[in-house]
């Protein structure tokens, strides 16, 4: 089956730790996106990839970090510079020429 | 002021009834409309796309834009408890192939009660 697969599906954080999201698609897409959803609010773009080794910064990037050294994976790093990391995490992709958005199952981090 | 607002509910409706979802914008620039339902604790999936202001129906749900009044509704027909999630409506200024232009709305939670 093809599809996004996020892990942990929860992910508790320590005051001053960094935690590493993780993405992996077998839908052989080119961009992958990661979103954060807050009670109340609408999806914000953290980062976003459209290709290997490349990646721009979205609304919301100030304390997170992305690395794409594989078109299957897209690593997310909240850092201890997120002040307010309690969020629904989003990672999602879409197919060439395409904004339909193909999303994974989220992960719920937490801080302790 | 939001470019996108969502009433965020909750809705409840007794299974069977027609729902009427709605979202209006103030970016007269966007272009691509999208629904999205997310099923709690879940990823969204996409539901309906459109470009063109009018209607839209796919099965049980009818997309419906327009533009001059910045206004898009999504409508469910016999509403079944599996209907039951928040639905996120979604636009572009333009088809980009990429979402990095996506704005969405902040959700409405709807309950079907059977």
């Known amino acids: 089956d093809g599809g996004i697969t996020q892990s942990p599906k929860y992910l508790f954080r320590k005051e001053g730790q960094n935690v590493t999201l993780s993405c992996e698609q077998n839908?052989?897409?080119?961009?992958m996106y990661w979103y954060r959803q807050d009670p109340g609010q609408g999806l914000r773009l953290i980062y976003y990839?459209?290709?290997?080794?490349?990646?721009q910064k979205g609304d919301i990037a100030e304390g997170y970090s992305v690395s794409r050294e594989k078109k299957e994976s897209f690593p997310l790093t909240v850092t201890s510079a997120q002040k307010n990391p309690t969020a629904f995490y989003l990672c999602?992709?879409?197919?060439?020429?395409?904004?339909?958005?193909?999303f994974g199952s989220g992960t719920q981090l937490s801080v302790l | 002021q939001k470019e996108v607002e969502q009433d965020p509910g909750p809705l409840s409706v007794p299974e069977g009834a027609i729902v009427s979802l709605n979202c209006t914008y103030s970016n007269s620039a966007f272009q691509y409309f999208m629904w999205y339902r997310q099923y709690s604790r879940k990823g969204p999936e996409l539901l309906m796309y459109t470009y063109s202001s009018g209607n839209k129906e796919d099965g049980r749900f009818t997309a419906q834009v327009d533009k001059s009044s910045k206004y898009i509704s999504l409508f469910i027909r016999d509403s079944q408890p599996s209907d039951s999630a928040t639905y996120l409506c979604?636009?572009?200024?333009?088809?980009?192939?990429?979402?990095?232009?996506?704005?969405f709305g902040s959700g409405t939670q709807l309950t079907v009660l059977p």
């Open positions: 839908l052989n897409h080119d961009a």
């Open positions: 990839s459209q290709i290997v080794n490349d990646f």
């Open positions: 999602a992709s879409t197919p060439p020429e395409n904004e339909k958005l193909f």
């Open positions: 979604a636009m572009s200024p333009i088809s980009s192939g990429s979402a990095r232009q996506l704005t």
